[in-house]
C-alpha cells in the first residue's frame, strides 16, 4: 500500500480521531434525550417542545454544514475541528453548571 493510499485509508489515524470526535459529539447529544422529556414536565412546560428542541438542532445541522465545508476549505480541518471541539466544551460545561430555570 503507497503512503497516498494509506492517509485515504478509512482506519488512518485521521480518520479515527475524526470518528471518535463524531461519536462522543452524537453521545452529548443523545444523552439528554432520556431526560429532557422529564425535566419539561417538571417545569410545566408542553410536551411538543422536546420535539421542537431537537427538530431544531436536526434542521441546524442541514443548514449549516454547506458552510462548515466551505469554512473547512478555508481555515483547515485542524483548526476549525480545535474551534468546534472548544465550542461543545464550553457548551457542554455550562449545561452542567446552569442553575435550575423555575419556569
Same mark, same amino acid.
Given at each position: 500500500? #503507497? ?14 480521531? !475524526? ?5 462522543? $459529539?452524537? =453521545?452529548?447529544?443523545? !444523552? $439528554? =434525550? %432520556?431526560?429532557l %422529556? #422529564?425535566?419539561?414536565?417538571? &417545569? ?10 431537537? =427538530?431544531t438542532? $436536526?434542521?441546524? !445541522?442541514?443548514?449549516f ?12 480541518? %485542524? &483548526? *476549525? !475541528?480545535?474551534? =468546534? *471541539? ?12 446552569i &442553575? %435550575?430555570?423555575? $419556569?
Amino acid at each position: 500500500m #503507497t503512503d497516498r493510499q494509506q492517509e485515504n485509508s478509512c482506519c488512518s489515524g485521521t480518520m479515527v480521531i !475524526l470518528y471518535s470526535i463524531m461519536i462522543v $459529539s452524537s =453521545a452529548f447529544y443523545a !444523552l $439528554s =434525550a %432520556p431526560f429532557l %422529556p #422529564t425535566v419539561f414536565e417538571e &417545569k410545566n412546560i408542553q410536551p411538543e417542545y422536546v420535539g421542537i428542541v431537537f =427538530a431544531t438542532f $436536526s434542521i441546524a !445541522l442541514i443548514i449549516f454544514s454547506p458552510y462548515v465545508g466551505q469554512m473547512i476549505d478555508s481555515f483547515g480541518q %485542524p &483548526k *476549525l !475541528l480545535g474551534f =468546534a *471541539l472548544f465550542v461543545m466544551g464550553v457548551s457542554n460545561f455550562f449545561f452542567g453548571v446552569i &442553575k %435550575p430555570i423555575e $419556569s
